[in-house]
């Protein structure tokens, strides 16, 4: 009797074993599960939820509802790391990224299926290898929002704050991803975004806060850093070696300026050269002066005329608005001749009003998401109201200050990363940013050399002590991933397995 004894007690065992397995997998919450996408016919390579997480300080004030889509990797959940994708602005929908950069679908405009843009597979998604939540964020982007709009009167001490809490019940939400590792990343203001959260992380890591993140480390694409290097310090150099500007027009600067066009002290012949400059340079595309800037109707697709392209009047356009210049918008970010010094920032929407943001569209984004049928089956609720690439609503306040004080702390923590840039974003310019990483003063232990993507040298790299690292892109712009999917890919997958990039 012995034997049927203990084959029943091995049997019940792996049936408990079972449906612990089967909890953990689908602990996620399942009133979350997207099950389809409006304009994408086929089976999802993975799991995808979204909805939201409403967080409040604990004083009974009013609370905000954070956005996010979370795509389960392709690869191995269990295992491969999760990673929260954050878009910059201040105030654009991480949407941008999910949709035009690395998400899991790309557009097919001259497409369409009940009035809407179709997708198709992206071969280059990030989810290829890596679960990545993309959030909206703080509350009044995207499809995040609250009752109380005077919340929406923030700036970037708050969003690290208000997005820890968010991560905090996201994991709640989603258990069976606590032990995985976990990374940051974002572009543009995300480099503000990033590092300010990475700090509120790493503090709440120390102190004991439950859940226990696995945080390992995070990645900043263009990113702003501080406004000595994001500034004409950087833009004057890049412009010159990119034959933009003059060998005379660059030494008549240097002498005017003294080589500090960011705190000159000589204003009026430095704003005399300076002027210059700004005047050869416009009319380029900022966020890569390698593709075409279109500025009127006659500049899409050839018409010469007033008359609007069909493909365009079918996604809901008129005759009296401006043309989207391209299917995918190449470029959000803070424009380069405004660099963020701290105080309150104009927004994307105000810079546009006075003709400060050049190139860019995000038509068929807006058609696809405001689509009463997508936001169902993407559980946006209706009081979020009409979605926007970037917003107004917002009174964002830059009052972090510089983040090299913010790299060096983490990286003084033992966390890993990576700052990458496109080489040819004169938004956030490479020598920028390649400044302020050395000037962190760590020593370089991979010296400057080229790195391979499909047989090709895709950028170059220089690893620095305390596992941080810079990297360009060769060809790439401000939004990297949009502009060099398979490099993109490349890098990001080997960086977070540890791998020789």
């Known amino acids: 009797m012995a034997m049927p004894r203990i084959i029943f007690l091995v049997v019940l065992l792996f049936c408990m074993l079972c449906c612990f397995i089967n909890n953990n997998i689908e602990a996620a919450p399942q009133g979350s599960l997207i099950k389809y996408l409006p304009g994408f016919n086929g089976s999802f390579p993975s799991k ?3 909805g939201y997480v409403t967080i409040d300080d604990g004083d009974n004030h009013p609370s905000k509802n954070l956005y996010y889509y979370f795509v389960v990797s392709e690869r191995n959940q269990s295992t491969d790391p999760v990673v929260l994708w954050l878009n910059g602005g201040p105030g654009c929908s991480s949407f941008d990224g999910f949709v035009y950069e690395h998400g899991p679908f790309n557009f097919d405009a001259a497409k369409q299926e009940g009035g809407l843009p179709t997708l198709h597979l992206n071969p280059y998604s990030w989810s290829k290898v890596s679960s990545i939540i993309y959030l909206d964020s703080p509350a009044g982007v995207g499809f995040s929002y609250s009752d109380n709009t005077s919340l929406y009167k923030t700036g970037d001490i708050q969003t690290a704050y ?3 809490l968010f991560l905090l019940k996201w994991f709640e939400q989603f258990p069976e991803f606590t032990g995985n590792e976990f990374y940051i990343a974002g572009e543009s203001y995300a480099g503000v975004y990033v590092p300010t959260l990475a700090s509120v992380v790493d503090k709440g890591i120390r102190t004991g806060v439950k859940p226990v993140i696995k945080f390992k480390g995070y990645m900043v694409g263009n990113g702003v850093c501080d406004p000595r290097f994001d500034s004409d310090d950087a833009l004057v150099p890049f412009a010159h070696g990119m034959g933009l500007i003059s060998d005379h027009m660059y030494k ?8 500090n066009y960011h705190n000159y002290t000589n204003s009026d012949e430095c704003d005399s050269t300076l002027s210059k400059i700004y005047s050869a340079l416009d009319g380029l595309n900022q966020y890569d002066i390698l593709e075409h800037c279109y500025h009127s109707r006659a500049g899409v697709q050839g018409n010469k005329s007033n008359e609007l392209p069909e493909s365009f009047k079918q996604l809901g356009m008129s005759s009296d608005k401006p043309l989207p210049v391209r299917k995918r918008m190449f470029g959000r970010a803070w424009p380069f001749r405004a660099p963020v010094k701290g105080g ?3 927004l994307w929407p105000q810079l546009m009003e006075s003709g400060g943001v050049q190139c860019i569209d995000d038509t068929v984004a807006t058609v696809w998401l405001n ?3 997508v936001r169902k089956a993407i559980h946006a609720n209706p009081e979020s109201g009409e979605w926007g690439l970037c917003t107004d609503n917002l009174s964002y306040n830059n009052d972090a200050g510089s983040m090299l004080s913010y790299h060096k702390n983490l990286t003084a923590s033992g966390y890993r990363i990576l700052i990458y840039s496109g080489d040819h974003d004169m938004c956030i310019p490479f020598t920028g940013t390649q400044a302020w990483t050395e000037s962190l003063g760590y020593q370089i232990i991979d010296e400057w050399r080229s790195w391979i993507s499909n047989d090709q040298i895709a950028g170059y790299i220089q690893g620095y002590a305390n596992d941080f690292t810079f990297l360009t892109i060769k060809g ?6 949009e502009y060099k999917p398979r490099e993109s890919l490349d890098f990001y997958s080997r960086w977070l397995k540890g791998q020789k990039i």
């Open 48 to 50: 995808h939820y979204a």
């Open 344 to 346: 309150l920032i104009p």
């Open 476 to 481: 790439a712009g401000h939004t990297v991933p």
């Open 162 to 164: 208000d997005t820890h």
């Open 252 to 259: 008549a600067t240097e002498v005017a300026c003294k080589r």
């Open 371 to 373: 689509n009463k049928e």
